[in-house]
């Protein structure tokens, strides 16, 4: 039969579109330091997470205790498994990768900076 498209459409956006949610969307961006509560990275835009989705919660769309402050990658990951989707695994040797990258751009190399 399939899902409805209805089903998971954006139930958000009047709430976004709102001067009340500018303001709540600063506050939590205050409280929770400027940073993605999941990973801890400070840069590009942030978003504000509604910790239980507003389509099922509609009462605490304004609740700063059901918000959260996260990167978009983060942001994405927690959506694809509301909707069903497996969680992401990483294998060893993406993260053994993803380690290295993360010290070359923290260490640079020294015989390339005579």
Request: include cysteine; glycine fraction near 6%; hydrophobic fraction near 30%.
């Amino acid at each position: 039969m399939g899902v409805k498209r209805d089903d998971w459409r954006r139930y958000s956006r009047p709430v976004l579109k709102t001067k009340r949610w500018q303001v709540l969307r600063h506050v939590v961006l205050e409280r929770d330091g400027w940073a993605c509560v999941d990973c801890g990275t400070r840069r590009g835009r942030l978003e504000i997470d509604h910790v239980k989705p507003v389509r099922t919660n509609p009462e605490l769309a304004f609740d700063p205790a059901n918000c959260a402050t996260r990167c978009p990658s983060c942001h994405t990951k927690k959506t694809r498994i509301e909707c069903g989707h497996p969680a992401p695994t990483v294998t060893p040797e993406r993260q053994a990768w993803g380690q290295a990258v993360a010290e070359l751009a923290t260490n640079p190399n020294p015989a390339t900076t005579r």
